[in-house]
């Protein structure tokens, strides 16, 4: 028997993973959840059919997401995740001493319990006394706090769908006056190289620089998302991303890492021509 | 109608392109040659069923072959380039005025007849009085080389077919013989993801480190290759790629490019820690 699992990246493009077996199937009040295991990516999410995460690729996303602001201001306390709900953001945080609380505002309480289930290598340390777990609307979440946090990750879902709102001017707004004045928020961007995803995050990064001062963006490695040149944002009200690296900081903390190093720090802001032009079009 | 081109990355992962219509179809003596049409890619082609180049990101494979090496060493006359019947490496380096003599040795002379006809955005540039066509086997070609080239850039297909020999180590060290000697060779070198193509990577790491005193790898996003993280090795006998880079220099030129700039071509060479490890592994 073979059993596929495919997305289409756009109405012409699909990536395909053959499946063992399907380990999980269920529908929340927001979308449909799936697990599969795979000879090639392990177990795997998916969210209304699109890849959320495999257990092969999944450090890159997750290291970029965390390692690249906490090199940048390595004593944030306070940190808020939005979304997140496989608990990998949260893994790479809490190797952080100096983090004292993580709030994770996650939607649908369904994909936490499903991920605690079925993906322990991701949801291994929703346990660790920092962490907060609220099932919330982010949205709404964002709305109430101001000068709160040192971070936050935003760590959404696709520019439609429940993640939608988590792509507005208004959103981005209230996560500016969320941080300290130090603050750093980092989120996912899309893709540049198919027009649609392209298209999205041009529209998102327009946002984050009508709202912050400094908005960079950086790229990773990830093979199993659409083109597998990821992109990432990096916004700030103070501090630069290769400017304020502390390199020697970070590296003397010791951790073991799989794809972010603090020379790939510097590297992944060096996009090519065709991502700066797209970028320097809405700035 | 639905018209669906495959290729296995693994014997578990699938890449489709949907296929507008078939524009080619021929055997030559060495291998299957295609040419299709798509809506997403635009032309593209492929050698015994593995995708080659399209249209829409081959600009990535080739600046990154051409302009790395050329910007650490602008005053390149010779280039000999083995492999690259598609003509791509050879548009990108008759831009360079100081570049006097271009050899290009291909196996297959179908592989160029067939790009001239079907794909002009590669084939445009084997008119340029500077270019010589070889069809002759690159392996038994270098040999009677000797202290004759600037740059050698291996544009081979996968290490197995056709293609083989330009993986080995008498291949390399011939390479070697072939450059003056502050020469520079770069090659396809595969990606460090999938298994597979990882252990064909360090095999051939591991060949040019045993050739050259200075052995780099870099890499960059090439959605339509396996795992879209594609690596090129820079081997060199004098020429470091970072220290030695002429950015300057280079800028001066005031070439249009899609994907390089000198900013990218540092960042390039900042590979992730799993990359790193594999690679120290063979060194």
């Known amino acids: 028997m073979e059993l596929w699992f495919s997305e289409k990246h756009t109405p012409n493009v699909k990536f395909s993973i053959q499946v063992d077996r399907q380990l999980y199937c269920g529908q929340s009040e927001?979308?449909?959840?799936?697990?599969f295991d795979s000879k090639e990516f392990g177990r795997f999410l998916t969210l209304d059919g699109y890849m959320m995460l495999t257990e092969k690729d999944e450090f890159i996303y997750h290291e970029m997401m965390v390692h690249i602001p906490m090199a940048v201001h390595p004593t944030a306390k306070k940190v808020l995740i939005i979304g997140g709900g496989d608990g990998g953001a949260i893994r790479e945080l809490v190797?952080?001493?100096?983090?004292?609380?993580?709030?994770?505002v996650e939607i649908d309480e369904l994909v936490v319990e499903v991920c605690k289930k079925h993906l322990?290598?991701?949801?291994?340390c929703f346990n660790d006394e920092r962490v907060t777990v609220h099932y919330q609307d982010g949205l709404k979440f964002i709305r109430r706090c101001e000068n709160e946090y040192d971070l936050i990750i935003v760590d959404s879902t696709d520019p439609f769908g429940p993640g939608e709102g988590l792509f507005t001017k208004e959103f981005y707004?209230?996560?500016?006056k969320a941080l300290k004045e130090d603050g750093i928020m980092v989120n996912q961007h899309e893709s540049a190289f198919y027009l649609d995803d392209a298209v999205a995050m041009q529209r998102a990064h327009k946002r984050i620089v009508e709202?912050?001062?400094?908005?960079?963006?950086?790229?990773a490695h990830i093979p199993t998302y659409p083109s597998g040149h990821w992109l990432f944002g990096f916004a700030s009200k103070k501090y630069h991303p290769i400017e304020d690296l502390k390199a020697v900081k970070w590296n003397a903390m010791g951790f073991k890492t799989r794809y972010y190093n603090t020379?790939?720090?510097?590297?992944?802001?060096?996009?090519?021509?065709?991502?700066?032009e797209l970028l320097k079009d809405v700035e």
Chains 1, 2 share one sequence.
């Open 263 to 276: 020379q790939l720090h510097v590297g992944a802001f060096a996009l090519p021509n065709y991502v700066e």
């Open 120 to 124: 322990p290598q991701t949801a291994c």
């Open 173 to 176: 707004g209230n996560c500016y």
């Open 95 to 104: 190797r952080y001493p100096l983090v004292e609380h993580i709030d994770l």
């Open 211 to 219: 709202s912050f001062p400094i908005s960079r963006v950086y790229q």
């Open 30 to 35: 927001f979308q449909r959840i799936d697990i």
